[in-house]
């Protein structure tokens, strides 16, 4: 007997996949080696599949337009932003940030935005690609 839900298996049966097999086809055995294999042009990576509107990324941050009112410390509830009192700018720490997008939008100068960038992962919670000031 068809029901909603067989109705729906069905129809993701032949739906198109939303990710892809990224970075690589396969599984490898040996990442370090993968990674030489790539520099080498030996191994092609698979790029990301393209993020949908309205995605919420790694925040951008136009220095020179900040006030240094706080209202994105108040909103933010990680508490992913430091204040730099001498210079009245701010800092985000994006391996504490969740991406609810609140600083962004209660910023009164427009200088704060959610970028497309995903590609995030570190070993390193204090890389400077964690960090946007
Ligand atoms: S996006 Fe959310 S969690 Fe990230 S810095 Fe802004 S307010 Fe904080
Ligand atoms: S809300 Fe905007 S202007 Fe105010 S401190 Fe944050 S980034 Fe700067």
Not at 7 to 13: A, H, P, W
Not at 21 to 49: Q, T
Not at 65 to 92: N, T, W
Request: charged share 30%; glycine share 4%.
């Amino acid at each position: 007997m068809a029901t909603p839900m067989g109705f729906e298996l069905l129809k993701q049966l032949f739906k198109k996949p939303a990710t892809n097999l990224f970075p690589i086809a396969y599984y490898p055995e040996s990442v370090l080696d993968l990674l030489a294999r790539v520099e080498k042009g030996e191994v092609k990576v698979n790029p990301p599949v393209e993020v949908p509107d309205k995605f919420r990324g790694k925040i951008t941050y136009q220095r020179e337009d900040c006030i240094g009112c706080k209202l994105c410390i108040k909103v933010c509830p990680s508490q992913a932003i430091e204040f730099l009192p001498e210079q009245k700018k701010i800092k985000i720490h994006i391996d504490h940030c969740i991406f609810c997008s609140q600083c962004n939008d209660i910023c009164p100068k427009d200088c704060l935005h959610m970028s497309e960038e995903f590609l995030l992962a570190d070993t390193d919670r204090g890389s400077p690609n964690l960090k946007v000031e």
